[in-house]
């Protein structure tokens, strides 16, 4: 699938799980007043968004294994490089990042560095945020550089806003595992499909012969539309009540 396509599943997957992850004490760190006075666990509005986005730029994650993929181009040669490196560590496109294996283990690394080292979670945090951005296409067409200045701004602005509503990352670590984890489910509903439990080579797909070719009319011209609608209507349901 195309980059916008799994970076809109992984917003759909947060604000799909969200409500059920809010009532688990260990992965939030903010609490408020029900109509009853009991204090309960709850995400704030901005923590709703904040992992809408964090998880539609995990979602892109899988994808360091192709250096012509728009994680690889986000940042010029720094992920290119990368890029080119995690091809050749996990054996080419859709191999090992492309598993159940490497969604856990980036799940589990994002948590480690969310409790460990704040300021290794907040780079990690800003880096997620503007490939989100760049992965749903804001910028200006056919203008590279104009869009990469109008893509720092939004993420340094949005960064900001979640400081100044003291936004908690206990739960960063589970975005980053279900974003990878987005991505490979839709990768599995493409025809070459992906090794879910690499090492062993076996790919999966799923549903059995739904068979999506990538960047094809289907996908750009329906999928990616109705993708975008539900992810306005998962906001807009969410944020709503709060």
């Given at each position: 699938m195309m980059g916008h396509t799994h970076a809109l599943t992984g917003a759909i997957a947060w604000l799909g799980v969200a409500p059920t992850l809010a009532a688990l004490p260990l992965l939030t760190e903010s609490t408020r007043f029900m109509e009853t006075g009991v204090m309960v666990n709850a995400l704030t509005p901005a923590e709703f968004v904040a992992g809408a986005l964090i998880c539609s730029g995990a979602a892109m994650l899988p994808d360091l294994d192709h250096p012509s993929a728009t994680i690889a181009q986000t940042f010029g040669p720094v992920t290119w490089g990368l890029s080119k490196a995690v091809a050749w560590l996990s054996g080419g496109h859709r191999n090992a990042t492309h598993s159940l294996l490497f969604a856990v283990g980036a799940g589990f690394g994002a948590h480690y560095l969310a409790s460990?080292?704040?300021?290794?979670?907040?780079?990690?945090?800003?880096?997620?945020?503007?490939?989100?951005?760049?992965?749903?296409?804001?910028?200006?067409?056919?203008?590279?550089?104009?869009?990469?200045m109008v893509n720092i701004g939004l993420t340094v602005g949005l960064f900001a806003v979640f400081r100044s509503d003291n936004v908690g990352y206990a739960w960063l670590g589970l975005a980053v595992a279900v974003g990878c984890l987005t991505h490979v489910i839709g990768d599995c509903c493409t025809e070459k499909g992906c090794p879910v439990l690499w090492p062993m080579r076996q790919r999966w797909l799923l549903p059995w012969k739904i068979g999506i070719k990538t960047g094809r009319a289907f996908e750009q011209k329906f999928l990616a539309p109705v993708l975008s609608v539900v992810v306005l209507g998962l906001l807009y349901f969410r944020l709503a009540p709060l």
């Open positions: 460990t080292y704040p300021i290794g979670r907040d780079i990690l945090v800003v880096l997620l945020i503007g490939l989100a951005l760049r992965s749903i296409g804001i910028g200006i067409p056919g203008k590279k550089f104009a869009s990469a």
